[in-house]
């Protein structure tokens, strides 16, 4: 279809055709891509290689570019049905070193590592108490860091 030689009714429903054809995505899939994600990198077709990067709440083009760095192949989203519980896929046992922005205070200038885990511990649950049954909080060696251990 030429756009210039077209009259404004066929236009219409050119415009129609193309936005029913778009709609391919599955009743079940939620309608905006503003929402809470679980991220998981595409492995191979075992599934073998698969890993679990995190659930993430936002826009998925935001979080897709900010995560492409941590994928070979593509990243894979799913939506979470229950934001309040973002714990799936994480095993009794798996730690991280976390460390907060200078700007939170709990660098070692006046802090020592006992005061920091308590004080970030604390900011952790501060909104969501729930959160305290998945994981721990201890000192770490790492400079200015603490330990999170799921549980």
Same mark, same amino acid.
């Given at each position: 279809?030429?756009?210039?030689?077209?009259?404004?009714?066929? *236009?219409? *429903?050119?415009?129609?055709?193309?936005?029913?054809?778009?709609?391919?995505? &599955?009743?079940?899939?939620?309608?905006?891509?503003?929402?809470?994600?679980?991220?998981?990198?595409?492995?191979?077709?075992?599934?073998?290689?698969?890993?679990?990067?995190?659930?993430?709440?936002?826009?998925?083009?935001?979080?897709?570019?900010?995560? &492409?760095?941590?994928?070979?192949?593509?990243?894979?989203?799913?939506?979470?049905?229950?934001?309040?519980? @973002?714990?799936?896929?994480?095993?009794?046992?798996?730690?991280?070193? *976390?460390?907060?922005?200078?700007?939170?205070?709990?660098?070692?200038?006046? @802090?020592?590592?006992?005061?920091?885990?308590?004080?970030?511990?604390?900011? *952790?649950?501060?909104?969501?108490?729930?959160?305290?049954?998945?994981?721990?909080?201890?000192?770490?060696?790492?400079?200015?860091?603490?330990?999170?251990?799921?549980?």
């Amino acid at each position: 279809m030429n756009i210039k030689d077209a009259t404004t009714e066929q *236009l219409k *429903l050119e415009i129609q055709k193309r936005e029913n054809d778009a709609k391919v995505l &599955s009743k079940e899939w939620p309608d905006s891509p503003i929402g809470v994600w679980k991220v998981t990198t595409e492995g191979d077709c075992e599934g073998r290689s698969t890993k679990t990067i995190g659930v993430f709440e936002g826009h998925v083009v935001d979080i897709a570019l900010q995560l &492409s760095k941590q994928t070979c192949y593509s990243l894979m989203f799913s939506p979470v049905a229950n934001p309040e519980v @973002m714990c799936d896929g994480i095993s009794s046992g798996d730690n991280v070193s *976390l460390v907060l922005d200078i700007k939170s205070g709990t660098w070692p200038t006046g @802090m020592d590592s006992k005061t920091r885990a308590i004080a970030i511990n604390s900011w *952790l649950n501060k909104d969501h108490p729930e959160y305290c049954e998945y994981f721990d909080v201890t000192e770490n060696n790492y400079y200015a860091s603490v330990r999170i251990t799921a549980k």
